[in-house]
């Protein structure tokens, strides 16, 4: 039996790496800080500790494994990484992490290593067109990332491939876009967009109004987790490509366009109030020219689709925690 170990598994795509390669009859171990806030583990195995301590990962490495999976990472959505108080923690935490697992995997000969970077890592300037924005992969240098997320993404990127060349191991390094789907954070400030909206709407009542940062003109792309864990896997077992790639969807969309369709799936009249928030870079789609090239696949689920599951995920959420504080007020 093949052995996975995935390291940030009581995350959102963690938890559902999990469940994957379960599906594909690996042994898994799962590691984190804490365990998944929304499901049950599905690992064999699962490690509570923190990957910022050297002799933890020693220890969580303690054997071979088929394949590593570091998704672990200090992150957030826009109310956690633009407003400059985390810079530090989110710089410090994150190179920690991945300093410490590269010398683990190191000393016990694993070879094959996935490291999810993050599209936070491209050139602002190239980024401040809403409608054009420039994301291939080659467009990274010269490099001046919107944030100090973004410059320790690109500072792992090199890191990981530099031992690629130095130690003969097979890393692969992918740069995520706004990953989403049911059983993420959908509340108290690392939310990404799709959450925080389907959360308003879900808690929004008929003829009211939501409250959306900045005028809403912005861009983003985002990929449902099922599209994003397809990629990954096939990045970590392509023989020859290590990447940097996106993962990412290309059906750009504005903040506006967004909420207009959960609206359409929440079957809600509301209005919305636009108001001053963190907003990150003007536009961001995800160029998919690269991973079609060298694995012969991109993602193809319209993000309508994948919004109906997480609104309705959400929505089950939001009900509950208002019954328990129905119940607890009762």
């Not at 898994?28 to 699962?46: C, I, M, N, S």
């Not at 980024?127 to 420039?134: I, M, V, W, Y």
């Not at 789907?181 to 990404?192: D, L, V």
Request: aromatic share 10%.
């Amino acid at each position: 039996m093949k052995r996975a170990l995935v390291c940030g598994a009581g995350g959102f795509i963690g938890g559902h790496l999990v469940k994957r390669l379960k599906r594909e009859g690996f042994w898994v171990r799962g590691v984190d800080l804490k365990f998944h806030e929304h499901a049950q583990t599905h690992a064999d195995d699962f490690a509570l500790g923190d990957l910022r301590d050297q002799d933890f990962c020693r220890s969580i490495v303690d054997c071979h494994f088929d394949e590593v999976y570091q998704l672990a990472a200090d992150m957030g959505g826009a109310g956690y990484i633009f407003t400059g108080e985390h810079d530090a923690d989110i710089m410090h935490n994150s190179a920690l992490i991945n300093l410490n697992m590269l010398e683990a995997c190191l000393k016990r000969n694993i070879k094959h290593v996935f490291y999810s970077s993050s599209a936070c890592m491209y050139p602002e300037h190239n980024q401040l067109d809403p409608q054009n924005p420039n994301c291939a992969e080659d467009s990274a240098y010269p490099a001046a990332p919107d944030s100090e997320y973004g410059w320790e993404k690109l500072f792992s990127e090199r890191l990981y491939l530099a031992f690629n060349r130095n130690y003969n191991m097979h890393c692969r390094v992918a740069r995520y876009h706004n990953i989403f789907g049911p059983e993420g954070t959908w509340a108290g400030g690392k939310e990404k967009a799709p959450a925080a909206i389907c959360r308003k709407v879900a808690m929004v009542n008929e003829g009211d109004a939501i409250e959306i940062w900045g005028d809403g003109s912005q861009t983003r792309s985002f990929l449902y987790i099922n599209e994003c864990l397809e990629g990954t896997i096939r990045l970590m077992r392509s023989s020859s490509f290590a990447g940097p790639v996106n993962i990412g969807s290309d059906e750009m969309v504005s903040i506006n366009q967004l909420v207009a369709m959960v609206a359409k799936i929440s079957n809600k009249q509301f209005s919305v109030n636009h108001i001053d928030g963190p907003l990150g870079v003007r536009g961001r789609n995800s160029d998919n020219r690269l991973i079609q090239q060298k694995l012969g696949w991109s993602p193809a689920m319209p993000l309508y689709d994948g919004l109906i599951e997480t609104y309705g995920w959400i929505l089950a959420q939001v009900m509950s925690n208002s019954k328990q504080q129905q119940l607890e007020t009762a």
